[in-house]
């Protein structure tokens, strides 16, 4: 059993639309970070999440962490092809010292 | 430029035949961590190391050991490879703790027939 689900695991659209990816659990985390990992390459950082509630904003992309810290949100406004990648959510789950990572989302922006 | 370097990038082997993976940070990070990808499974970890001399089981450790003689190198050793362990392998690091944002090397794909 996944302890973070991300939805939808595969998401293909055309450029300019929007989308959002969502990363859910059970379990309270204390923070959680979002990352993008290109063909060939290791994930990268995107953004971390602390407070229930935050929302984060990197260019088009917007992150929100939900009130009760067990979910959270990447919103992509005009997608463009650069954005195609796998996203991963990971948390740290309360009291503990190591991230979990969802099973990841592949976006493909199709021109 | 800070970066977390893995080799081999790719290997093909064989059941049974020991292998390593080395791994080395140039960012004098603390805290070192072994992932594998797999499909639907997302990034699951192996063994992690908080510092030189201290390591730790992490999620799926079975058939693998690591070693952390310097601060900067954490290499993965696959004593008697299973073509289970065909995977997509990550070498990570951060300063001080496993729950800080991770740096990633560029991963080592590997194939065990």
């Known amino acids: 059993t996944q302890l973070l689900e991300q939805s939808p695991q595969f998401l293909s659209i055309q450029e300019g639309e929007n989308l959002t990816v969502y990363c859910n659990s059970s379990?309270?985390?204390?923070?959680l970070q979002w990352y993008r990992q290109e063909p060939g390459e290791g994930p990268v950082l995107l953004v971390t999440?602390?407070?229930?509630?935050e929302v984060k904003k990197l260019k088009r992309l917007t992150f929100q962490f939900g009130d009760a810290r067990k979910d959270s949100s990447l919103h992509i406004t005009a997608a463009q092809p650069g954005d195609t990648g796998l996203y991963l959510c990971?948390?740290?789950?309360?009291?503990?010292?190591?991230?979990?990572f969802g099973q990841g989302t592949r976006l493909t922006i199709n021109p | 430029e800070a970066q977390v370097t893995q080799n081999p990038r790719y290997l093909i082997t064989v059941t049974g035949k020991k292998l390593t993976v080395t791994c080395s940070q140039n960012?004098?990070?603390?805290?070192m961590s072994w992932y594998r990808q797999d499909p639907g499974l997302g990034l699951r970890q192996i063994y992690y190391?908080?510092?030189?001399?201290?390591?730790d089981k992490g999620d799926v450790p079975e058939g693998y050991k690591v070693s952390r003689k310097e601060k900067r190198n954490f290499p993965l050793i696959l004593e008697s490879p299973s073509p289970n362990q065909t995977s997509l392998y990550f070498c990570?690091?951060?300063?001080?703790?496993?729950?800080?944002?991770?740096?990633f090397g560029d991963g080592t794909r590997l194939s065990i027939l």
């Open positions: 990570a690091s951060s300063a001080y703790r496993g729950h800080q944002p991770q740096h």
């Open positions: 379990s309270v985390f204390s923070s």
């Open positions: 999440v602390v407070t229930g509630g």
């Open positions: 990971a948390g740290v789950v309360q009291g503990a010292q190591k991230l979990v």
């Open positions: 960012m004098n990070h603390e805290y």
């Open positions: 190391s908080m510092n030189v001399e201290v390591t």
